[in-house]
């Protein structure tokens, strides 16, 4: 396991947008997949996009695409969420993960089990 910490949650307006940070402290990108979840009260987390480190191809779930970006500064061991038109079922609280072994993403990019490492979370809450 490694320290993940995510930061950039707040209340915002809906259409407005939102930049969520996640650091991974002492942990150098190679071949890794980063992820965001989301989680509701009362809903499952789920899947929101992640990255897969060593080229940058990237995920997203059916209700954030074209909406949400996911990105990365390897140098700072640091991945993005930029979320754009949010909406008022976008609120949830935000979690960023990271799979530490030397794999893609691939499609089990959403896969909670793969991940062994994660944030406390960051509130995004977005009202209409």
């Known amino acids: 396991q490694v320290p993940v910490v995510e930061s950039g949650g707040g209340s915002v307006q809906a259409g407005e947008s939102l930049r969520l940070s996640c650091v991974v402290s002492?942990?150098?990108?190679?071949?890794?997949?980063m992820a965001w979840f989301r989680q509701a009260p009362g809903k499952e987390r789920e899947g929101v996009a992640a990255i897969s480190t060593r080229y940058g191809a990237t995920y997203r779930s059916d209700s954030v695409e074209g909406r949400f970006t996911v990105s990365q500064d390897k140098e700072r061991s640091t991945v993005y969420l930029q979320m754009n038109s949010l909406k008022p079922e976008d609120s949830a609280m935000y979690y960023c993960a990271a799979d530490t072994f030397r794999r893609p993403c691939g499609t089990s990019w959403r896969t909670l089990g793969r991940f062994g490492s994660w944030g406390q979370g960051t509130q995004v809450t977005v009202s209409s």
């Open positions: 002492g942990f150098t990108f190679t071949e890794n997949c």
